[in-house]
Protein backbone atom coordinates (compact mmCIF):
# COMPACT_ATOMS: atom_id res chain seq x y z
CA UNK A 1 0.00 0.00 0.00
CA UNK A 2 2.52 2.20 1.23
CA UNK A 3 2.22 5.99 1.77
CA UNK A 4 -0.13 8.76 -0.23
CA UNK A 5 -0.21 12.53 0.10
CA UNK A 6 -2.72 14.69 -1.22
CA UNK A 7 -1.78 18.38 -3.39
CA UNK A 8 -2.01 20.16 -0.36
CA UNK A 9 0.33 18.32 1.53
CA UNK A 10 2.69 17.87 -0.96
CA UNK A 11 2.46 21.68 -1.81
CA UNK A 12 2.78 22.58 2.28
CA UNK A 13 5.90 20.12 2.01
CA UNK A 14 7.89 21.86 -1.46
CA UNK A 15 7.34 25.05 0.55
CA UNK A 16 8.95 24.19 3.67
CA UNK A 17 12.02 22.64 1.95
CA UNK A 18 12.48 25.54 -0.68
CA UNK A 19 12.39 27.92 2.31
CA UNK A 20 14.75 25.69 4.27
CA UNK A 21 17.13 25.78 1.12
CA UNK A 22 17.79 21.62 1.58
CA UNK A 23 16.61 18.35 2.00
CA UNK A 24 15.55 15.57 -0.30
CA UNK A 25 11.81 14.94 1.78
CA UNK A 26 10.03 14.59 4.22
CA UNK A 27 10.53 11.51 7.36
CA UNK A 28 6.92 10.45 8.51
CA UNK A 29 7.36 8.30 11.81
CA UNK A 30 6.09 7.39 14.41
CA UNK A 31 7.38 7.38 18.61
CA UNK A 32 5.75 5.97 21.73
CA UNK A 33 3.85 9.18 23.66
CA UNK A 34 0.80 10.31 24.93
CA UNK A 35 -2.49 8.19 26.34
CA UNK A 36 -2.25 6.13 23.49
CA UNK A 37 0.90 4.85 23.45
CA UNK A 38 2.15 6.57 19.37
CA UNK A 39 2.23 9.93 17.90
CA UNK A 40 3.43 10.77 14.34
CA UNK A 41 6.91 12.37 13.90
CA UNK A 42 7.81 14.40 10.93
CA UNK A 43 11.12 15.90 10.05
CA UNK A 44 13.13 17.16 7.27
CA UNK A 45 15.59 14.16 5.49
CA UNK A 46 19.01 15.41 4.44
CA UNK A 47 20.23 11.47 3.57
CA UNK A 48 18.55 8.25 3.76
CA UNK A 49 19.54 5.54 6.06
CA UNK A 50 19.46 2.10 4.71
CA UNK A 51 15.96 0.68 6.12
CA UNK A 52 14.01 3.37 5.06
CA UNK A 53 11.54 3.15 1.86
CA UNK A 54 10.69 6.17 -0.28
CA UNK A 55 7.45 7.06 -1.75
CA UNK A 56 7.10 9.61 -4.11
CA UNK A 57 3.97 11.61 -4.88
CA UNK A 58 3.55 15.55 -6.45
CA UNK A 59 6.63 15.18 -7.11
CA UNK A 60 7.66 14.89 -2.82
CA UNK A 61 9.36 12.07 -1.20
CA UNK A 62 8.32 11.08 2.17
CA UNK A 63 10.64 8.75 3.54
CA UNK A 64 9.28 5.98 6.15
CA UNK A 65 12.03 3.65 8.42
CA UNK A 66 11.36 0.07 8.25
CA UNK A 67 10.13 -0.24 12.06
CA UNK A 68 7.84 2.90 11.32
CA UNK A 69 6.01 1.41 7.90
CA UNK A 70 4.13 -1.12 9.51
CA UNK A 71 1.81 1.14 11.79
CA UNK A 72 1.89 3.63 8.83
CA UNK A 73 1.07 1.79 5.77
CA UNK A 74 -1.71 2.80 4.07
CA UNK A 75 -1.59 6.15 5.62
CA UNK A 76 -2.68 9.48 3.64
CA UNK A 77 -0.92 12.89 4.56
CA UNK A 78 -3.25 15.62 3.93
CA UNK A 79 -2.35 19.61 5.12
CA UNK A 80 -5.87 21.61 5.93
CA UNK A 81 -6.80 25.07 7.03
CA UNK A 82 -9.37 25.28 9.54
CA UNK A 83 -10.32 28.52 10.88
CA UNK A 84 -7.29 29.70 12.47
CA UNK A 85 -5.27 26.43 12.63
CA UNK A 86 -3.49 24.61 9.82
CA UNK A 87 -1.39 21.63 9.87
CA UNK A 88 -0.96 18.42 8.63
CA UNK A 89 -3.49 15.47 8.88
CA UNK A 90 -3.02 11.64 8.80
CA UNK A 91 -5.64 9.34 7.34
CA UNK A 92 -4.42 5.98 8.63
CA UNK A 93 -6.23 3.43 8.09
CA UNK A 94 -4.61 1.25 10.82
CA UNK A 95 -5.75 3.66 13.66
CA UNK A 96 -8.17 1.63 15.90
CA UNK A 97 -8.19 4.09 19.06
CA UNK A 98 -6.92 8.31 19.24
CA UNK A 99 -6.75 10.15 22.63
CA UNK A 100 -9.48 12.78 23.35
CA UNK A 101 -6.92 15.46 23.20
CA UNK A 102 -5.90 13.94 19.26
CA UNK A 103 -1.90 13.77 20.36
CA UNK A 104 -1.82 10.14 20.24
CA UNK A 105 -3.00 6.90 18.72
CA UNK A 106 -3.22 2.93 18.97
CA UNK A 107 -2.90 0.63 16.41
Known sequence: MGISLTTAAANRVKTFLQNRGKGI??????????CSGLAYVLE???????????????GVK????????????GTELDFAKEGLNEGFKFNNPNVKEECGCGESFHV
Open 44 to 58: FVDELNPDDEVFEQH
Open 62 to 73: IIVDAKSLVYLD
Open 25 to 34: GLRLGIKTSG
